[in-house]
């Protein structure tokens, strides 16, 4: 398996614009989540799904920030619009409770965002 | 609020040292505890974990990590570090049952060659 994929891997933008960031899970895994990293505040936790279901998305910052999972194999992170607050890098995750690595959530490369 | 500590922020040793990380939680109920981490440029990989029995845990590289109910840690050591264990460690912490993970802020380690 390719593992968790990202894209872009790095995206610099200006203030104002929609950001989309994009991930492809691991095939099987039934939980994806999104995580934001900064120095100030570390790792967050901005919301997962189940099963394409959006969970829990306490963590999303506010309303600039949305997220979908339209299918099993794709998920979008959107920031509409970009704030320079916003850069950091965003990873994706995926997880499965099943078999001897449940819970264990596997990490994408990131995509670190710059907004000017 | 459930959170996760890690007070050592960040640590200095030189090759051949003995390494001690610590982490903390504050939940209530059955846990599941993690350490994961981050090389230097790349993605968060995980080292061992801990769901339940013997409280002293094996993980990838040589680390090793002992759960202490009483004391709601879950630290993570190694007897010899590498120059290529430069990186950053994570503690996370979910309750049983619940997919979310919760990160301790993260300790940066250098060893120095």
């Known amino acids: 398996d390719a593992g968790v994929i990202q894209s872009p891997r790095h995206e610099v933008t200006e203030m104002g614009q929609e950001v989309t960031l994009r991930c492809k899970p691991i095939?099987?895994?039934?939980?994806l989540f999104w995580y934001r990293q900064t120095m100030m505040r570390g790792l967050e936790l901005l919301i997962y799904?189940?099963?394409?279901?959006?969970?829990?998305d306490s963590g999303m910052p506010e309303d600039r920030f949305s997220a979908k999972m339209p299918n099993a194999s794709f998920s979008t992170l959107k920031i509409q619009p970009s704030e320079p607050r916003d850069s950091a890098v965003y990873f994706c995750?995926?997880?499965?409770?099943?078999?001897?690595?449940?819970?264990?959530?596997?990490f994408g490369p990131g995509t670190r965002l710059t907004v000017t | 609020a459930q959170s996760v500590s890690q007070h050592n922020h960040h640590v200095i040793l030189s090759e051949a040292a003995s390494l001690e990380l610590g982490c903390n939680y504050s939940?209530?109920?059955?846990?599941?505890l993690f350490w994961y981490v981050q090389y230097p440029g790349q993605h968060l990989q995980l080292l061992l974990k801990?769901?339940?029995?013997?409280?002293l845990v094996k993980g990838i590289k040589g680390f090793e990590a002992e759960f202490i109910k009483s004391k709601f840690s879950f630290n993570l050591r190694k007897p010899s570090v590498q120059w290529s264990d430069t990186a950053e460690y994570f503690c996370?912490?979910?309750?049983?049952?619940?997919?979310?993970?919760?990160f301790g802020t993260g300790t940066r380690l250098t060893i120095i060659p």
């Open positions: 995750a995926s997880s499965q409770r099943t078999g001897p690595s449940y819970y264990e959530q596997y």
């Open positions: 095939s099987g895994h039934d939980y």
């Open positions: 799904f189940n099963n394409n279901v959006p969970i829990d």
């Open positions: 939940y209530g109920g059955t846990v599941n």
């Open positions: 801990y769901f339940s029995g013997d409280p």
């Open positions: 996370a912490v979910n309750l049983f049952g619940n997919e979310k993970l919760t």
